[in-house]
T-cell receptor
Framework: AQKVTQAQTEISVVEKEDVTLDCVYE???????LFWYKQPPSGELVFLIR??????QNEISGRYSWNFQKSTSSFNFTITASQVVDSAVYFC???????????FGQGTTLQVKP | KAGVTQTPRYLIKTRGQQVTLSCSPI?????VSWYQQTPGQGLQFLFE???????NKGNFPGRFSGRQFSNSRSEMNVSTLELGDSALYLC?????????????FGPGTRLTVL
């Protein structure tokens, strides 16, 4: 069975702190895809990044970075120098190669205080 | 390019009624998926449509149905509403059925069942 676990329910940090959101997944597929989405209070899920199972190269995009480790089935997301506008719910999701269905984690609510 | 649009944004219904939600995908996208988001169950996949055909279906009762039109717009219908159907319903579109296609989400329709 496929499953995504985001163990951190809520995280609160002060502006400019670095914060890492954890994501652990389970799948028997050999080819799969991992995603991070951000959901601000408006409700829309905003796509942040996608990673393919065969590409373990980590990525940095501005203040965001992602650490994909197949050996530990983890796909963690780090925000450097957090800002108040980063406050949102962040979802990690798993997709398989033969269906458009995404399996979402329960989400991590990030609150960045000024 | 305009994003995914959903109408209406908010809806209040009473138990036993039925409701129809609408989704217009990003121009050029031919696949539309629907998800239900509740505080208790999180984000759950309802179904995916491509070329007016349902391609994948989640684990929801038959009261939940959908369809897709030739212009790729999609509607979702819930009949005999129950209190537990109160949720944010999110629509996502992607280019096609290729597993490399990323899903982009709309702002959602918040349904309240009284």
């Amino acid at each position: 069975a496929q499953k995504v676990t985001q163990a951190q329910t809520e995280i609160s940090v002060v502006e400019k702190e670095d914060v890492t959101l954890d994501c652990v997944y389970e799948t028997r597929d050999t080819t799969y895809y991992l995603f991070w989405y951000k959901q601000p209070p408006s409700g829309e899920l905003v796509f942040l990044i996608r990673r393919n199972s065969f590409d373990e190269q980590n990525e940095i995009s501005g203040r965001y970075s992602w650490n994909f480790q197949k050996s530990t089935s983890s796909f963690n997301f780090t925000i450097t120098a957090s800002q108040v506008v980063d406050s949102a719910v962040y979802f990690c999701a798993l997709g398989s190669s033969n269906t458009g269905k995404l399996i979402f984690g329960q989400g991590t609510t990030l609150q960045v205080k000024p | 390019k305009a994003g995914v649009t959903q109408t209406p944004r908010y809806l209040i219904k009473t138990r036993g009624q039925q409701v129809t939600l609408s989704c217009s995908p990003i121009s050029g996208h031919r696949s539309v998926s629907w998800y239900q988001q509740t505080p208790g169950q999180g984000l759950q996949f309802l179904f995916e449509y491509f070329s007016e055909t349902q391609r994948n279906k989640g684990n929801f009762p038959g009261r939940f149905s959908g369809r897709q039109f030739s212009n790729s717009r999609s509607e979702m219908n819930v009949s005999t509403l129950e209190l537990g159907d109160s949720a944010l319903y999110l629509c996502a579109s992607r280019t096609g059925l290729d597993s490399t296609d990323t899903q982009y989400f709309g702002p959602g329709t918040r349904l309240t069942v009284l």
